[in-house]
């Protein structure tokens, strides 16, 4: 087995070691990621402020603007150390951008970094159903692995342009490594067997028979029943609860944790796994109407200590969760993992269940899946206690509001030509604008795969049209025809935000880039990243993101402030998933109350396109 323990700085050089020659080839076939013009990023960066904060303050901001890049400022100094970085890395920001947000962020994965995807309810209901369905899944994910491991996963294209398909390799037998002052993480060569947990009990299972082939559903299924059969009884300590801690918390209990051999293997055995199936038990039944945040939650953070919290491993890349119920969705890492390629292999799972099991069973003796045991001292226990008191209270904090708007989907927008997900951060907006009295920096993920090793940026709202829109919206003396005119203004505002963030040319990357092109070269952090209006305007009290699916899939993550919400849609042709998620700490922001005033602006927003008679 081969083991590689990397950070963000050294993942380049190794995943080129990693990424099969095909797939190399066609990642390194998309161009580099530009750097932009600082002037174009720091006009571009008033332009966000604008909406945001008073003219006194913007006035000192420009002030800091002018001394950062005029004569003697830093701008350019910086501005040529990013440039020289570019032209000898893979990616000049992927690297410090996986560091900065994810393996040096101290805060849980559970609800504030990993999201989970409920996908469309399964027809079963019972724990027979569940193991067919599994079993099927196993099978799926393989076949996906295997098509990418052999090179035939066509290159993906936006806009008619190439993507980068570096991630696709690491999305299995990868993990993230728990640290006291950083995370790392860890990708396995060669791995052989996937986890299975249930009743908090881990078993590694193999899914590969002796000459290398994949086993089947049927063989895939006999292992199964064998698990459940060792795992009926739920009084085990639920380790896997430890990884929903504080990342320093848990870089400490990890230390301690594998101190012993016997956990240390254990725990090998769960990072090294393709990846992790979690066989929920069964929860208590709610109405039809909460029954998608229900599922969302379950997904999401397992619904607590006393429900299925302990059947998760979340520093693992990728895991399954089947309920009893016919629930069922995937919880991914966002170190390794990003939301299109996991629409890829979630859009290869669906279409691979549609299909009989294409391969017959070999008449081979499976060897009995491995329980994975634990000691468990006094201190470990004393951790495990700590966690599950820290997880209850963050998911008693958590409120999630799910929704299917069904006046309307993306088809409305596209009949008046207008962009459907434009036309749903202005409804965003509206909402948020509509309960709070303002409007607040929000982001929306921009994907940066046309760019070889690229990952995320933010477009930013509201913009200045934006504001004027919803500041107009429910005057009484402002035209219909004047509104839709500011409406469509504002759209194609956002637009054109979109293009540059697909094009590499929006602020927020490069804003960060600049600062930690500073640490790096020892100065101090300039004063542009100092004062009132960075630190609001990096203060997202509105986090969104849209679901790149063409199922019914609900996906759900938690606010990025304690005062803030999250927003996660995905559009259809006729329909609209939503889901909202804020925290009840705060007594300002409830996901109930923005989710239905969501459901409002958009039936407004409707008969303001389509007026009736």
Known sequence: MILRKITARTCRVWLSRVVSGSSQE?????????VPPLAQTLQGYLRALEPLIPEEELVHTRKNIQKFCGEGGLG?????????????????????????????????LPVHSNPAISLPKRDFSDWRGQLVFASKLIAAALDFKNVVDNGRLPVEYMRGQPLCMELFPLLF??????????????HHSR??????????????MDVYNSDGSRMTESQIHAQLLRIRAESWKTDKEPMGILTSEHRQTWGQAYSRLLKDKLNKESVRAIEKG?????????????????????????????????????????DKTLQFVVGEDG???LLYEQATAEGPPIATLLDHILQYCKKPDPKKTPL??????????FNIDREIKRDIEHAKQNLDILINDLDIRCFNFQRFGKELPKQHNLSPNSFIQVALQLAYYKVHNEVCASCDI???????????????????????????FDDPSITREAKLELLREAIETYVTLTDQALKGQSIDRHLLGLKLQAIEEGLSVPRLFMDTAYGLATHWKLRTGQVPANTDSVMCFGPLVPDGYAVCYNPQSDHVHFSVTAFNCCEETQAETLAATLHSTLCQLQELLQPTV
């Open 26 to 34: 066609r990642c390194f076939s998309v161009p580099a990621q530009p």
């Open 364 to 373: 081979i003796p499976l060897q009995m899946p491995k329980k994975l045991y």
């Open 76 to 108: 350019p100094q910086l501005q040529e150390g990013l440039e020289r970085r570019a032209k000898h890395s893979n990616n000049w920001i992927s690297d410090w951008w996986v560091q900065w947000a994810y393996l040096e962020s101290r805060q849980p």
């Open 274 to 314: 393709l990846f992790t199936l979690c066989l929920d038990s069964p929860v208590m039944r709610v109405s039809d109407d909460k029954y998608s945040s229900r599922m969302a939650a379950q997904i999401l953070h397992g619904g607590g200590t006393h429900s299925n919290s302990g059947n998760r491993w979340f």
């Open 173 to 186: 037998s990868s993990c993230r490594i728990p640290g006291r002052k950083h995370d790392t993480i860890t």
């Open 327 to 329: 629930s069922w969705g």
């Open 191 to 204: 791995a052989r067997h996937i986890t299975v947990v249930r009743n908090y009990q881990f078993f590694q």
């Open 446 to 472: 921009a994907s940066q795969r046309m760019f070889r090793g690229g990952r995320t940026d933010y477009i930013r709202s509201p913009t200045n049209q934006m504001l004027k829109f919803v500041l107009t």
